[in-house]
């Protein structure tokens, strides 16, 4: 009787110890979380992070080839092109 009370106890502490060790993880994972998120609601102002969220629902990232495109011929002055064909 002893021997399976003895073998009780062991199973216990062992799960104890795991449990706590995994709750540990739980909080840590949920810091670093809150932390990322701060980070990013610091970095970008009201009015910058309506305009994104508004995109995302277009799945819209600034990184499909058509904006390279677009962005590329403004900067190489096909902003003038675009003014004398709308004139």
């Known amino acids: 009787m002893r021997s399976c ?7 216990c502490v062992r799960l104890r110890i795991r449990v706590e060790g995994e709750i540990k993880e739980l909080a ?3 810091q670093a979380s809150q932390t990322a ?5 610091q970095e970008l102002s009201a009015k910058d992070w309506r ?4 995109q995302r629902g ?5 990184q499909a080839e058509r904006t390279k495109e677009g ?3 403004c900067t190489r002055g096909g902003r003038k092109k675009q003014k004398t064909a709308n004139s």
């Open 71 to 73: 962005t590329a011929e």
């Open 58 to 62: 277009l799945g819209y990232n600034g």
């Open 28 to 30: 840590n994972a949920e």
């Open 37 to 41: 998120y701060a980070a990013i609601m």
């Open 5 to 11: 009370q003895s073998w009780k106890v062991k199973i």
């Open 51 to 54: 305009k994104l969220e508004a």
